[in-house]
């Protein structure tokens, strides 16, 4: 069955930097927009950053600047560079992948920015 294994989470002391990335497995990478979600305790989930099969970015406000949001077509892995972390960034953060009806997710990888 289709995959999306995310790997790159960890702790880092606020202003720090993180790379996450997400490897798909069964799925034809190319035509999928990735996006990277995330949810904090208490909170819904929400987007953080998309990437088109054109390349085309689309970012949440909150991390413009910081964040971006890159993919690897000969590698089938799709990455988010978190620079300038803040402790408000601190969430489980999931891969998505998606196709006209398809849509697809990782399990999650946790991020926790704190002193």
């Known amino acids: 069955q289709v995959q999306l294994v995310e790997s790159g989470g960890g702790l880092v002391q606020p202003g720090g930097s993180l790379r996450l990335s997400c490897e798909a497995s069964?799925?034809?990478?190319?035509?999928?927009?990735m996006g990277w979600y995330r949810q904090a305790p208490g909170k819904q989930r929400e987007l953080v950053a998309t990437?088109?099969?054109?390349?085309?970015?689309n970012y949440e406000d909150s991390v413009k600047g910081r964040f971006t949001i890159s993919r690897d077509n000969a590698k089938n892995t799709a990455y988010l560079q978190m620079n300038s972390l803040t402790v408000e960034d601190t969430a489980v953060y999931y891969c998505?992948?998606?196709?006209?009806?398809?849509?697809?997710w990782g399990q999650g990888t946790q991020v926790t920015v704190s002193e």
């Open positions: 998505n992948a998606v196709y006209l009806m398809n849509r697809y």
């Open positions: 069964r799925i034809t990478f190319s035509i999928y927009t």
């Open positions: 990437i088109t099969r054109g390349g085309d970015t």
